[in-house]
């Protein structure tokens, strides 16, 4: 049973990413798109690794996320996975 929902609108706003690099392994797959998104347009490239492991997230709207994000950060170790995808 999950005691709260990630609220990734406020995690966003205070850009933590430590919070949405968590909420991409949310039991939502709402959770995990926004969260996704939400990395992508803070460009940190500490979230470089947990977007390239979304992309084999079971939702396809998770992982066109996740390819949106990492293209949003450009850090060049995603281009080997996503040219896998």
């Known amino acids: 049973m999950r005691l709260f929902k990630p609220e990734v609108d406020k995690l966003r706003a205070r ?7 968590k909420a991409l392994d949310d039991t939502s797959a709402e959770v995990r798109i926004k969260a996704a998104y939400a990395l992508g347009k803070i460009g940190d490239s500490r979230a470089v690794e947990p977007l390239i492991r979304a992309l084999d997230d079971t ?3 998770v992982r066109t996320a996740a390819t949106y994000a990492l293209g949003e950060i450009g ?7 996503l040219r896998a995808s």
């Open 15 to 21: 850009n933590d990413v430590d919070g949405l690099v």
């Open 59 to 61: 939702a396809p709207e």
């Open 75 to 81: 850090d060049t170790r995603a281009v080997c996975h």
